[in-house]
């Protein structure tokens, strides 16, 4: 079935990095753009990135501009977000999500929650 | 880019029907007829239920419809049932960045 799964998640100090993948399955990954959306605890939702179909442009919200890059590996299905000199309101819980043609975001990962705490 | 403007809680009983305003600019929500709606029960992922300001995919119930007037987009929940109550998400492709999405609403069913 059509499927993204998110890994990479985890603890980690501020100022260290992470890098967090997302696997997918069930569809022709390398058709659709992918985009990076998080949720801190009690929040609500914040795009943080997208990427094309084919890796050609990205895009990156204020927030993580200059410190997040998102990438995809279209031979592997892949997505992914390298997030550098992290800071604690970072933290949140990372869901990747796929646009559809239609302009909507239809498919979601569980979602991985990542902590930047010292 | 700021978040939309969403109200923090709307709440209704159930059989009625309650709407979710959605404000923005003329960048975002005024601009282009890209705008979506999210359904998120606690703990669990978001899910679409209306797509390009009206359009329902396939699965989601016709009691959710959307519209847009200028600015402001809107969800209205006809029908209100208990499994309604979830907090609710527009979004909007932007010009500014790429997407933004809604400061989130929470429904209660009475």
């Known amino acids: 079935q059509v499927q993204l799964v998110e890994s990479g998640g985890g603890a980690v100090q501020p100022g260290r990095s992470l890098r967090l993948s997302c696997a997918a399955s069930g569809f022709t990954f390398s058709n659709y753009g992918m985009h990076w959306v998080r949720q801190a605890p009690g929040k609500g939702l914040e795009w943080v990135a997208a990427?094309?179909?084919?890796?050609?442009?990205?895009y990156y919200g204020d927030s993580v501009k200059g410190r997040f890059t998102i990438s995809r590996d279209n031979p592997k299905n892949t997505l992914y977000v390298q997030m550098n000199s992290l800071r604690a309101e970072d933290t949140a819980v990372y869901y990747c999500a796929r646009l559809s043609s239609w302009y909507g975001f239809d498919i979601w990962g569980q979602g991985t929650m990542v902590t930047v705490s010292s | 880019q700021s978040a939309l403007t969403q109200p923090a809680s709307v709440s209704g009983s159930p059989g009625q029907s309650i709407t979710i305003s959605c404000t923005g600019t003329?960048?975002?929500?005024?601009?282009?007829?890209?705008v979506s709606w999210y359904q998120q029960h606690p703990g669990k992922a978001p899910k679409l239920m209306i797509y390009e300001v009206s359009n329902r995919p396939s699965g989601v119930s016709n009691r959710f419809s959307g519209s847009k007037s200028g600015n402001t987009a809107s969800l209205t929940i006809s029908g209100l049932q208990a499994e309604d109550e979830a907090d609710y998400y527009c979004?909007?492709?932007?010009?500014?960045?790429?997407?933004?999405f809604g400061t989130g609403t929470k429904v209660t069913v009475l």
């Open positions: 979004s909007s492709y932007t010009s500014i960045t790429s997407y933004v």
């Open positions: 003329s960048s975002d929500v005024g601009g282009y007829n890209y």
């Open positions: 990427i094309w179909y084919d890796g050609s442009n990205k």
